[in-house]
């Protein structure tokens, strides 16, 4: 299984940017899916998620009011919309998979794109 992150790049603040995250395989639709950050010199972050059945979703309290996070089961994708970017929201984005209880951790990543905001 392989997650492709893209859709990021350059915005001026207040900006808006649509990441995608496009999986290999349709097995993924069972499970719950997450978008993660990392910016220059600090830890990975946990942005939002969503649940396998696309009902419930989860969002920080940095973004929230201004990303959606969504999934289109028919192209095996999942969305974050990002509205409002500030420039501490610039990061490398990733978003994960299969989220492992016994670990604690996402099993499945993709590789991150770039977001950066100017201000």
């Known amino acids: 299984v392989q997650l492709q992150a893209s859709g990021g790049g350059l915005v001026q603040a207040g900006g808006s940017l649509r990441l995608s995250c496009a999986s290999s395989s349709s097995t993924l639709s069972n499970y719950d899916m997450a978008w993660f950050r990392q910016a220059p010199g600090r830890d990975r972050e946990f942005v939002a998620s969503i649940t396998w059945t696309g009902r419930t979703t989860y969002n920080s309290d940095s973004v929230k009011g201004r990303f959606t996070v969504s999934r289109d089961y028919a192209k095996n994708t999942m969305f974050l919309q990002m509205n409002t970017l500030k420039p501490e929201d610039t990061a490398v984005y990733y978003c994960?998979?299969?989220?492992?209880?016994?670990?604690?951790?996402?099993?499945?990543w993709g590789q991150g794109t770039q977001v950066t905001v100017s201000s």
């Open positions: 994960a998979s299969v989220y492992n209880y016994n670990t604690k951790k996402y099993d499945y």
